[in-house]
T-cell receptor, first 113, second 113 residues
Framework: AAGVIQSPRHLIKEKRETATLKCYPI?????VYWYQQGPGQDPQFLIS???????DKGSIPDRFSAQQFSDYHSELNMSSLELGDSALYFC????????????FGQGTRLTVV | AQSVTQLDSQVPVFEEAPVELRCNYS??????LFWYVQYPNQGLQLLLK??????LVKGINGFEAEFNKSQTSFHLRKPSVHISDTAEYFC???????????FGRGTSLIVHP
């Protein structure tokens, strides 16, 4: 079965650069969630989208933005990168009608040097 | 908002021994609870979930968990662990109409031969 696809799997950026992470949800899933997991930390919710509209907002820095496109894929844009942004970024998707069935991607590991 | 507490950061155990990973939740309102497993450099995989009904929930890979309302706990158990169970385990919960899981700090299960 198709799973949540995230790209790239690994990304290395320098301080103050920008990064774009992509998430392709499971087909027919209309809801996407983004999480950030710092080294040795629990995943922290950043933001979610339903039907291309932001549905919930967590601890997402102002330097980050995200959107969901008409094909339901989502992109997380990160600007003015800081060393502390180094983390594993997870995307999850679900059907709004089955919100407790969230499936996670394998994550994008971002390293800021 | 829901919060979950994982009482042990690390649990070492020998192969074929039983194991219990502890999780307590905070909310007094209707709650959904989950256990996820994260293998090294992998995404989060859902082990099991409690939504309602039977308090004993069976999941994949021989794991089960019991929802205990009086003790506000949702401990994960396995009667006999394998080396391949070595991973990070996250308890997560939602409550109050939000379907965004809040994660605990994680418990590192280390299975020794």
């Amino acid at each position: 079965a198709a799973g949540v696809i995230q790209s790239p799997r690994h990304l290395i950026k320098e301080k103050r650069e920008t990064a774009t992470l992509k998430c392709y949800p499971i087909p027919r899933h209309d809801t996407v969630y983004w999480y950030q997991q710092g080294p040795g930390q629990d995943p922290q919710f950043l933001i979610s989208f339903y039907e291309k509209m932001q549905s919930d907002k967590g601890s997402i820095p102002d330097r980050f933005s995200a959107q969901q496109f008409s094909d339901y894929h989502s992109e997380l844009n990160m600007s003015s990168l800081e060393l502390g942004d180094s983390a594993l970024y997870f995307c999850a998707s679900s059907l709004a009608s089955l919100p407790t069935e969230a499936f996670f991607g394998q994550g994008t590991r971002l390293t800021v040097v | 908002a829901q919060s979950v507490t994982q009482l042990d950061s690390q649990v070492p155990v020998f192969e074929e021994a039983p194991v219990e990973l502890r999780c307590n939740y905070s909310s007094s309102v209707s709650v959904y609870l989950f256990w996820y497993v994260q293998y090294p450099n992998q995404g989060l995989q859902l082990l099991l979930k409690y939504l309602s009904g039977s308090t004993l929930v069976k999941g994949i890979n021989g794991f089960e968990a019991e929802f205990n309302k009086s003790q506000t706990s949702f401990h994960l158990r396995k009667p006999s662990v394998h080396i391949s169970d070595t991973a990070e385990y996250f308890c997560a919960g939602t409550s109050g109409g939000s379907y965004i899981p809040t994660f605990g700090r994680g418990t590192s299960l280390i299975v020794h031969p």
